[in-house]
């Protein structure tokens, strides 16, 4: 079994795949290149593992268990002709995908070694002109905590 950050990006991919809301969507694990310029792939959503930190100055909480806290980067992808439409499109993606984190409630993300999702931030719509078609990005950073064995951390 992968190592438990692995599986919580892994696990999020999964969960936007499973959304009709995203249906249309394509979405990737750690992809980020090209993304932005590849119109075939548009709407589309990455998921990238970002720094993973311990929750206690000294690493360890107890002597069976870490507590940890990992970044995870979901960046949306969208194109439209104008810049209103491309907003539009990439702040529905931003609630939809947000809904999906924060899993209806449940904070574990349907895995039994996590605790909470909590919401970082985004950075502001950054928009390109590819031609015909305008392309943008738009990252959301969250911070997932979870708790990984000493002995094992998968």
Not at 50 to 77: H, I
Not at 85 to 101: G, K, P, Q
């Amino acid at each position: 079994m992968p190592h438990r950050a692995l599986q919580i990006v892994q696990q999020l991919k999964t969960l936007h795949q499973a959304s009709a809301n995203f249906a249309l969507v394509s979405i990737f694990r750690d992809r980020e290149e090209m993304l932005d310029q590849a119109a075939e792939h548009l709407p589309a959503i990455n998921i990238t593992m970002g720094p993973d930190v311990p929750r206690e100055e000294e690493g360890q909480s107890n002597m069976a268990f870490y507590d940890s806290e990992l970044e995870v980067v979901v960046t949306l992808f969208a194109g439209a002709a104008d810049s209103d439409t491309l907003v539009d499109e990439l702040m529905e993606l931003r609630r939809t995908s947000a809904i999906i984190l924060w899993n209806g409630g449940d904070p574990s993300l349907g895995l039994a070694f996590v605790s909470l999702p909590v919401y970082g931030g985004a950075a502001a719509p950054d928009l390109s002109d590819r031609g015909k078609r305008l392309v943008g990005r738009l990252d959301t950073r969250w911070t997932i905590k979870y708790r990984m064995n000493q002995s094992d951390p998968a």
